[in-house]
């Protein structure tokens, strides 16, 4: 396997308003090509972590990536701009991550037609941001790129924030927009229930009833606005659990037991059947 990180520059230009914080960076762990079958090209999973806009849970980024690399995908994770460095700084920074990964199909055994993007809670936003946005000359315009270079071919969405309406986390909104919290516009154009399309990719979403932090509605939000336009989409909602549950075992978390859910586990392979599938 090979690992290494790759640096993410979006100048104040192309985002439209002043960079303060650090750079982001993409994480590679590239499975190498095995003997029987050398010419094997892997799909890849980019991962956004959650952690509302204002910091990285580390418990959805390198374990998550150790799970996918089990399941024989190359695996990504991106270490993107928080806050006060909102919308659309993260969105341009993983547009430019899907484009990066795509354009390494030409070293790496990477199948660039199947570059899925996996994110947890407020980066489940992030990654739905850019199936919902792909085709938008405001984001890829700026990066000198076209739609096809940072189109992700599907999404993979745990417990994700995605409206900006009544059932809205109100502390991702306030770091990803700071002083635009409050401008309709702007909120309306981030509920991303309102910007998805018939060109948004399929969707593989899963959370929980009991989420404390960010209520189920955002998903059923996103799962009636997907089916309206056509876009094939399959969702689990386990009964029980937290938020924030990662893969829901040992792994993850605390000698308090608290992310551990058993039931919550099977995300896992069904997600694993949704991408062999996905075409």
Not at 13 to 25: C, D, I, L, M, N
Not at 32 to 39: A, H, N, Q, R, T
Not at 136 to 142: A, I, R, T, V
Not at 193 to 216: K, L, M, N
Request: hydrophobic share 40%; with cysteine.
């Amino acid at each position: 396997m090979k690992h290494f990180t790759k640096s993410i520059l979006i100048s104040e230009e192309q985002a439209g308003f002043k960079k303060t914080s650090v750079t982001a960076s993409l994480d590679a762990y590239i499975l190498d090509s095995i003997s029987v079958c050398e010419d094997r090209k892997r799909p890849a999973v980019i991962i956004c972590p959650g952690g509302g806009y204002g910091h990285l849970s580390d418990r959805e980024g390198e374990p998550i990536a150790m799970q996918f690399l089990s399941m024989g995908y190359h695996a990504f994770v991106l270490y993107y701009s928080l806050a006060p460095d909102g919308f659309p700084y993260p969105q341009m920074e993983l547009a430019m991550a899907v484009s990066m990964v795509r354009s390494m199909a030409t070293e790496y055994p990477i199948d660039p037609e199947k570059i899925v993007v996996a994110g947890f809670s407020a980066g489940g936003h992030l990654a739905c941001s850019l199936g919902a946005f792909w085709n938008q000359s405001f984001l890829y315009g700026p990066l000198g790129l076209t739609p096809e270079d940072i189109r992700p071919n599907g999404m993979i969405l745990a417990y994700p924030v995605i409206s900006a309406g009544p059932s809205c986390h109100f502390g991702s909104f306030i770091n990803l927009l700071g002083s635009r919290a409050e401008d309709e516009a702007i909120r309306h154009l981030v509920s991303l229930e309102h910007q998805v399309g018939p060109h948004t990719p399929s969707t593989f979403i899963w959370h929980t009833s009991s989420d404390d932090a960010v209520p189920v509605k955002n998903s059923y939000l996103l799962a009636d606005a997907l089916t309206d336009h056509g876009v094939n989409v399959e969702m689990h909602i386990y009964p029980t659990g937290c938020h924030g549950l990662s893969l829901a075992n040992k792994e993850v978390s605390g000698d308090d037991g608290k992310f551990i859910v058993p039931s919550c586990q099977s995300w896992i392979p069904l997600a694993r059947t949704w991408l062999e599938n996905l075409s």
